[in-house]
């Protein structure tokens, strides 16, 4: 069974239920506190939009996935780039992670079926 991923625009929370993330246009990914509604912080580094994003079951990992034919893997506590998934052909239209968040599944335009070892 995989998590639900969020298209661009859209938002989700991790298990904890205190940040939201949202995958946008401006080809980034914000964190937002959801009891007072702040931005905590704003992922850069995709070079097209942000189509999708989901946390691990944990909590602890945000997967990106972009219209940059990339996903990207983030801390979601500080933010930080921890790995970039190159090699597809065509925009990544929607990631999601597996129960026990170890695999990634992504969607691509490309057409092409991979699934992606969490682990560094």
Avoid: C
């Avoid at 946008?24 to 959801?34: F, N, R």
């Avoid at 500080?78 to 969607?107: C, E, I, M, N, Q």
Wanted: proline share 4%.
């Amino acid at each position: 069974m995989l998590y639900t991923p969020v298209r661009s625009g859209e938002s989700l929370s991790p298990p904890d239920g205190k940040t939201v993330a949202s995958a946008s246009g401006d080809k980034t990914v914000k964190l937002w506190e959801v009891a007072g509604g702040w931005e905590l912080r704003t992922l850069a580094g995709h070079t097209d939009s942000v189509n999708s994003v989901a946390f691990s079951p944990d909590g602890k990992t945000l997967a990106s996935a972009s219209a940059d034919n990339t996903l990207k893997l983030w801390e979601a506590a500080s933010g930080r780039l921890l790995r970039t998934l190159a090699g597809y052909t065509g925009s990544v239209y929607s990631v999601a992670f597996s129960r026990d968040g170890k695999t990634l599944a992504p969607a691509s335009a490309d057409g092409t079926v991979r699934l992606w070892g969490v682990a560094e």
